[in-house]
């Protein structure tokens, strides 16, 4: 067994983030079933992808191992940043299928964020949005994507925030509300006759 193998995950960040290229492989190896999960999540019951769990979470490793001077807090915080950079990749699958002529049906995402039953929600629409929450709340926007895209529990995402669990709680309320408020919006000024 090589050193590298009995490092947990910050230690093997903090000797990527030294340029320790092993490290950042070893990382990617130790991670590799929790990043499946991740992305596994992120594309169940949908159609119209063509990405495979393992493209999706190859495609955001290429993305993480292109940033620079990230400061990875920790194993849960790489994760968050992971289920992002798979979520833009979905984002980019989706709009580059959408400018293809030959075909005119919308990509969706299941979606939880009622908190109730699934709902199919638009990736751009749900882009947009998330967008407009992020100037006009960071934190908010945070929340939602480590909690949807990153499927991070609350408790999770209080470790990686270093907030309250009760806090997280109350700002993914607000932000799931306001997100469906403004998906609402922009569901009826598209089908508005004018």
């Known amino acids: 067994m090589s050193r590298e193998e009995n490092l947990s995950a910050k230690q093997l960040l903090d000797a990527w983030r030294g340029g320790d290229m092993g490290a950042r492989d070893q990382l990617f190896t130790q991670l590799y079933s929790e990043l499946r999960l991740i992305s596994a999540a992120l594309i169940r019951s949908e159609s119209n992808l063509s990405l495979s769990s393992g493209d999706l979470v190859n495609e955001a490793a290429i993305r993480l191992m292109r940033l620079d001077q990230i400061e990875w807090a920790d194993k849960a915080h790489f994760l968050a940043l992971a289920a992002r950079a798979m979520r833009r990749v979905l984002i980019d699958h989706a709009r580059k299928k959408n ?3 030959r075909h005119h049906r919308k990509v969706t995402l299941v979606s939880k964020v009622a908190g109730k039953g699934a709902e199919r929600l638009e990736v751009d629409q749900l882009e947009k949005a998330l967008i407009r929450l992020s100037v006009i709340d960071p934190d908010k926007a945070e929340i939602v994507e480590l909690r949807y895209f990153g499927g991070m529990t609350l408790e999770e995402i209080a ?31 598209e089908h508005r006759i004018s």
């Not at 806090?167 to 509300?177: P, Y």
């Open 159 to 189: 470790e990686v925030k270093a907030i309250s669990e009760s806090t997280v709680k109350r700002n993914w309320r607000v932000a799931r509300a306001w997100l469906l408020d403004s998906l609402k919006e922009d569901w009826q000024d």
């Open 99 to 101: 400018s293809d002529k």
